[in-house]
């Protein structure tokens, strides 16, 4: 997942994306509004999310916010070290999809970023009415929950599809362990439903037998790969 992170504080943006890296994100910083406008500029639908500070050197955050929502519909956590309501409210007007109050824990970070991913991920589908997903070899039939493979239909339990389902709305992404066991199991306490996942990971790929399509990012969480089929 790549994200951009508008941060003046070089403390911070010299701590945060080594954690985030490590939860599977890639991150860009930019300083202040004008560089995090024009990052968004040229590599337009390139990022997933935007982690928004709202004191910036150069202009104020909830401005930026609104910009940003003026050019794209990416998600945007507004991040303050202020928390009164009016600050708030105003960024959520502009479009912010969540604010958050420094400090923060870093694993509330990742849980916010998680959850606006994922109302983000549903709202796109639901405004284009996806109904089948074709990637490489594999197609998959969101409605009938039909799974082929070069033509063949492949009989998958009801969790090995949604799970197959969950990596393939974002191919290329790597989705966590922790989003994937909350979306697929609704397990949201860390460190539960590890053997199962890694069970059905297993299942899947013997049962799809297309080489290195769901590609384990190790202590992190899985992705799918797409090659030319």
Known sequence: MRLLLVEADNHVAALLPTVL????????????GEEA??????????????????????????????????????????????????????GLYLGADDYIAKPYHTGELLARIHAVSRRSVRRDAAGEGETELRLGQVHIDLETRQVGVNGSTVHLTRKEFELLALLARRPGVVVTQETIRSEVWGVTSPGQGGRTLWVHVASLRSKL?????????RGVGYRLVVRDA
């Open 37 to 90: 406008l024009r990052a968004l500029a040229a590599d337009a639908g390139g990022f997933d999310i935007v982690l928004l500070d709202v004191d910036l050197p150069d202009q104020d955050g909830h401005e930026v916010c609104g910009e940003i929502r003026r050019r794209t519909s990416i998600p945007v956590i507004m991040v303050s070290a202020r928390w009164d309501v009016r600050s708030r409210i105003r």
């Open 21 to 32: 890296a490590r939860h599977g994100f890639d991150v860009t910083r930019a300083r202040g």
């Open 209 to 217: 037998r297309v080489p290195d399509l769901i590609e384990t990012v």
